[in-house]
C-alpha cells in the first residue's frame, strides 16, 4: 500500500448521498459538516457550494494538494488566497450540465408558448381558444447565450442552433463573440450561463433590463447575483419583458410568492438537479483524485 492521503468531505449537500466510491488505494477518506474541520489533516478538500472557502481557511490548509468542490460554479471559493497558497482547484460542471440546460431550454419554451396564462385560465374554468392573439404566444427566433464558451453555455448554443434558432453567442473568451449590449438590444430571448464575477454581479439590473427588445424572455439559471429579481420582476408588471424565468436568487432562500405571475416560472435552484447527481459527483470527485495522484492533468481545474 502507497503512502496514505486524508480527503475531507467537509460537509455535503442534500444530493450527495453517496459515500465516495472509486478512489485510489491508501486514500482515506474523513467527513465533517462542522466549522471545527480538521482541515491541517486534509490532503484533499472537497466542499459543496454553502461551504465557503475563505482565506482563513485557506491559511488552515497546511497539507493540502487539491480543493475540489461539487459544484459548477466556484464564487464560494477564494482563487486568490487559493492560488498564492498554491493549492489548484477543480470544479464538477458535467454532472449537472444537462439537467440545467434542459430547465434553461424548458423556461424559454414554456415562456415564449405564453403556457402559464394558458395554465392559468384553465384554473379559472375559462376556454381560451379565442384570446390567441391576445395572449401572444411567439417562437422566439434569435437567442443570446451569456457565457456562451462554458461548459454549459456552448452546450446550450449547439442544442439552439440544432434548433433552428440564431445564436448571439456572448462571451469575452470566445473569438468572434457578439458585443453583450447589442445582444441584449437584438435578442428576443436572454439565457444567462456565465460565472459569478465583480463584473458580471448585477449584469441585468433595472438600466440593462431597460434595455432589452420590448416583449423580450430572460432566463437566469446560473448564478443568482447577475440578476435583480425585483427590477425583472417590475419590468414584467410593465410588459417591458414577455417572460422572465429565475432557478438562481441574490440570497437563498428567496420569497418567491412576491414573484407570481403567468409570465414568470422560478424553481428553487433545482435546475442541475437530476436523481443521478450524487452518483456524478461521486464519480467527479473521485476522476480528480485519481488525476492529482497520478501526476496528471486535474479535470475541470479553475
Partial sequence: MGPEYTLLRWGRAE????????????????????????????????VPSRRRVTAEVVARLRR???????????DHLDMDALRAAGIPACRLPLARRDAVIHTALGMVLSLGRRFGRFSAAAAEGRWTRGELRRIGAIC?????????????????????????????PVDPLLPGAVPLDQAVAEAEVITLHCELTPSSRGMFGAERIAAMRPGAILVNTARGPLVDPAAAFAAIRSGRLSGLGLDVFPEKPWPLAGLVHPDVLVSPHAAGWHPGLGAACEAGVAEAVRALLAGKGLPWQI
Fill in 15 to 46: 444530493y450527495e448521498d453517496h459515500a465516495l466510491r472509486g478512489l485510489p488505494e491508501g486514500v482515506a477518506v474523513v467527513e465533517e459538516a462542522g466549522l471545527h474541520a480538521p482541515l491541517e489533516e486534509a490532503d484533499v478538500l472537497v
Fill in 64 to 74: 493540502c494538494r487539491l480543493v475540489i468542490t461539487t459544484t459548477s460554479g466556484y
Fill in 140 to 168: 422566439p427566433s434569435t437567442v443570446a447565450v451569456i457565457g456562451a464558451a462554458g461548459v454549459i453555455g456552448s452546450r446550450m448554443a449547439e442544442i439552439l442552433r440544432a434548433m433552428g434558432l440564431s445564436v448571439l
